[in-house]
């Protein structure tokens, strides 16, 4: 059967507010592990230790061309996917899915439709420290993702007290709803099947990209790592999955079940040739993220990102454009999803 390699960085769990990681990431590589043997000899033919390694080699600068070119090679040459995810702007969709989104919901408004979630997620990101004057908006998503975590009225009350205190007439389609105390999102923070964690995220979308790209089923192999068990518990659900259902989730992409993807396991990535591909991969794209997102931009960086094809590279980031943004995800079953895979898959 095929095999698929996956590695991720930036993974912090239920913590999407963490400064020292403010990007997660995912790579997937499509490829032989002789082929992959094959192509660290080619660019690193004087490699002494016993794994290649994006984040030693990738410290000095006189490895950067041949990262680079083996990046291209792989990506010219093989099915590739990479996945980039600013995880403040995951924090504030999750707040929207749940301190927001019900009180919509209980009137009939779609806050999906046409991707309108990402919408009003961007222009929080952009402008929610600026409406809400100082810290409060940072605080608020804090005590957000410890109401989540913790699911304790508590947390809940402290929630909602600092969104009152705040200037949250600013922006009352986001804020009104726990400023008016809404209980359908009271219920929906508290409920114990929902988090933060990335892990859901990374892998639908992941998943969903492989499933269109390859026409046949697949097996994934990923480095054993504590971060990536929950990886397992999710794709293991997905696997077992037989339902058949799909749904369009951008304009590039529909997920149906059941998947091509037939089973999940993990292997030492010093055995294994293409897991270090793709921790090459995934490497590669967190340094990119400076350049995408302008925080941080050298020609190295800035060179991966042109590297990528626009159907091998995801992006989960802030857009105020707000036209492309309506385009890219008309018709697009957020609501549906969301329900479905609480349903199936928490």
């Not at 990007?23 to 660290?40: E, N, R, T, V």
């Not at 999906?112 to 998503?141: H, M, P, Q, R, V």
């Not at 219920?187 to 026409?215: C, N, P, Q, W």
């Not at 090459?280 to 302008?294: F, N, Q, R």
Request: aromatic share 10%; proline share 3%; glycine share 4%.
């Amino acid at each position: 059967m095929n095999s698929v390699y996956i590695d991720e960085s930036g993974y912090t769990g239920a913590d999407l507010l963490n400064q020292d990681q403010p990007f997660q990431a995912a790579s997937a590589i499509y490829i032989s592990d002789s082929d992959a043997m094959s192509l660290i000899a080619k660019h690193f033919p004087k490699l002494k230790s016993e794994e290649l390694k994006y984040r030693d080699l990738a410290r000095r600068q006189t490895n950067w061309n041949a990262l680079l070119a083996l990046q291209s090679d792989l990506l010219k040459n093989y099915e590739c996917v990479s996945y980039i995810c600013d995880k403040r702007f995951l924090l504030i969709l999750h707040f929207l899915d749940y301190a927001v989104e019900p009180f919509y919901y209980d009137r009939g408004i779609n806050l999906y439709e046409d991707g309108g979630n990402y919408s009003l997620a961007s222009l929080l990101y952009y402008t929610g420290d600026t409406l809400l004057k100082g810290d409060n908006f940072l605080n608020i998503l804090s005590l957000f993702q410890s109401a989540m975590k913790s699911k304790s009225e508590v947390s809940v009350v402290s929630l909602i007290e600092k969104v009152k205190a705040s200037p949250w007439h600013e922006l009352p389609e986001a804020f009104g709803p726990l400023a008016h105390e809404s209980s359908s999102c009271i219920e929906a923070i508290m409920h114990k099947d929902v988090s933060t964690d990335g892990a859901y995220v990374v892998l639908f979308s992941l998943i969903s990209r492989l499933e269109v790209m390859l026409s046949k089923n697949y097996k994934i192999i990923h480095d054993r790592s504590k971060n990536l068990e929950q990886y397992d518990i999710t794709l293991n659900k997905m696997i077992t999955h037989r339902d058949e259902v799909s749904f369009k989730e951008t304009e590039l992409t529909t997920l149906k079940f059941p998947l091509k993807l037939a089973s999940v396991s993990q292997i030492d990535s010093r055995d294994s040739p293409g897991v270090q591909l793709a921790d090459v991969l995934v490497g590669g794209i967190i340094d990119s993220s400076k350049a995408i997102t302008g925080k941080k931009v050298n020609d190295y960086n800035r060179r991966i990102v042109n590297l990528y094809k626009d159907n091998q590279l995801i992006h989960l980031l802030p857009n105020i454009d707000f036209t492309e943004q309506k385009k890219f995800r008309k018709g697009t079953q957020g609501s549906e999803v969301i329900d479905y895979f609480s349903r199936h898959f928490s």
